[in-house]
């Protein structure tokens, strides 16, 4: 059986009121139409390459940290929460935080600079907008069409949860090229559940970010003791339990920061939504501004925890050295492929076949985005006869 949606608030997405998918599909006896989206993406090809791709610290140097993957398993569970507490669709929630890293490059933020700096004469590259790709054309599984064919709110909730896209004039243009059944309105804000998506990604990657450096020996906890937002946990827990293990204090620590982030958007959330009046999910797309929000302390020490995990992990020499190797990677490979369309079957053929330069790059970076790590080290050691060595 599906979820009752009767004890939904107003403004909250309906699967019975969406506004459907390009291609008619019957109903299902047992899942809402958020449903189905949750379990294409989950099934889908792109969904299975994020455990090979980066998240901060590069896949094979091992110690349990995050990749693509846990990281977006840990947000979809975090949107799950906020959802179910602010009354809000949990099911799209889900399929959009499940898809939110879908269009993510090999090699992490690294790989993706490198991408969009060698396709800047041809557009750029967005992993918001290669998701949209992917799921509305790359993956070819179905029988009667290309992409997963997901409902109109998924679809706009991966473009839009980070906002309407008013700004990007390119990204704009290139919604002409999106099948969907209706257009995705790059001027609104997305739902409240894409609204969702989006901050739990802030709230995971705050958190396992910490988590990751301290495995990785970057940093200590002493370290974050007058760092904003983790500071006051950190002594609370080094002062309550000063007796246990290093990594229990570090799990402490973690937990507790993830439960008072997301218990601050809730109350944030549930206050905005009181005084911007809305009452539907229309209203919310209206509203101008994102209702799912930190408050105003938090945001400010949210944003001081980044410039801290920045300078300290995100730029340190042993984070930093892979970066530029990965970054060389994924710049020698489009370069390749661009001069020669030496990319094995029917992407080397797509390639070759392209009417324009611009074409074959875009071919290009579809199948470069699509790797994972290992794949795009197998494919340089292919081409150049080398293997960097991560170090």
């Known amino acids: 059986m599906t979820s009752p949606t009767s004890d939904l608030a107003p403004y909250a997405s309906r699967p019975e009121e969406t506004l459907g998918r390009l291609y008619s599909t019957g109903p299902s006896p047992t899942r809402s139409e958020f449903q189905r989206d949750r379990d294409r993406i989950i099934h889908s090809t792109a969904f299975r390459r994020l455990q090979h791709k980066t998240q901060v610290f590069l896949h094979h140097e091992g110690r349990h940290f995050r990749n693509r993957l846990t990281h977006t398993l840990e947000v979809s569970q975090m949107a799950r929460s906020m959802a179910r507490a602010l009354r809000l669709n949990e099911d799209l929630a889900e399929a959009v935080a499940l898809s939110h890293d879908l269009g993510h490059t090999p090699f992490g933020h690294a790989g993706e600079r490198a991408l969009h700096a060698a396709m800047s004469p041809f557009g750029g590259f967005d992993h918001n907008m290669q998701a949209i790709?992917?799921?509305?054309?790359?993956?070819?599984?179905?029988?009667?069409?290309?992409?997963?064919n997901l409902t109109w709110e998924t679809l706009e909730g991966i473009l839009k949860h980070n906002g309407p896209l008013t700004g990007d004039g390119a990204a704009v243009e290139a919604l002409d090229q999106i099948p969907a059944v209706a257009g995705l309105r790059p001027e609104t804000h997305a739902s409240l559940e894409a609204q969702i998506a989006a901050i739990a990604?802030?709230?995971?990657?705050?958190?396992?970010?910490?988590?990751?450096?301290?495995?990785?020996?970057?940093?200590?906890?002493?370290?974050?003791?007058?760092?904003?937002?983790?500071?006051?946990?950190?002594?609370?827990?080094?002062?309550?339990?000063?007796?246990?293990?290093?990594?229990?204090?570090?799990?402490?620590?973690?937990?507790?920061?993830?439960?008072?982030?997301?218990?601050?958007?809730?109350?944030?959330?549930?206050?905005?939504?009181?005084?911007?009046?809305?009452?539907?999910?229309?209203?919310?797309?209206?509203?101008?501004?994102?209702?799912?929000?930190?408050?105003?302390?938090?945001?400010?020490?949210?944003?001081?925890?980044?410039?801290?995990?920045?300078?300290?992990?995100?730029?340190?020499?042993?984070?930093?050295?892979?970066?530029?190797?990965?970054?060389?990677?994924?710049s020698d490979l489009f370069a390749r492929y661009l001069r020669t369309s030496d990319m094995p079957g029917r992407w080397g053929a797509s390639a070759t076949a392209a009417p324009s330069e611009a074409a074959r790059a875009e071919v290009i970076g579809d199948f470069i985005a699509g790797m994972t790590d290992p794949y795009a080290l197998d494919e340089y050691a292919r081409l150049f006869d080398a293997r960097p060595e991560f170090r």
């Open 201 to 330: 990604d802030d709230v995971a990657y705050n958190a396992h970010d910490i988590d990751d450096a301290l495995r990785a020996g970057l940093i200590v906890l002493d370290d974050l003791r007058e760092v904003p937002l983790v500071g006051p946990i950190v002594q609370e827990v080094l002062t309550r339990y000063p007796a246990i293990a290093p990594k229990r204090q570090a799990h402490e620590v973690q937990r507790r920061l993830i439960t008072r982030s997301i218990e601050d958007v809730i109350r944030t959330t549930s206050d905005n939504l009181e005084g911007a009046g809305v009452e539907s999910p229309e209203e919310v797309r209206r509203a101008g501004r994102t209702l799912v929000a930190f408050s105003a302390d938090t945001a400010r020490a949210e944003r001081g925890l980044k410039r801290f995990l920045f300078e300290r992990v995100y730029r340190h020499p042993s984070v930093m050295a892979p970066v530029h190797q990965s970054e060389r990677v994924v």
């Open 133 to 148: 790709r992917i799921v509305t054309r790359l993956e070819n599984r179905y029988a009667e069409h290309d992409g997963l």
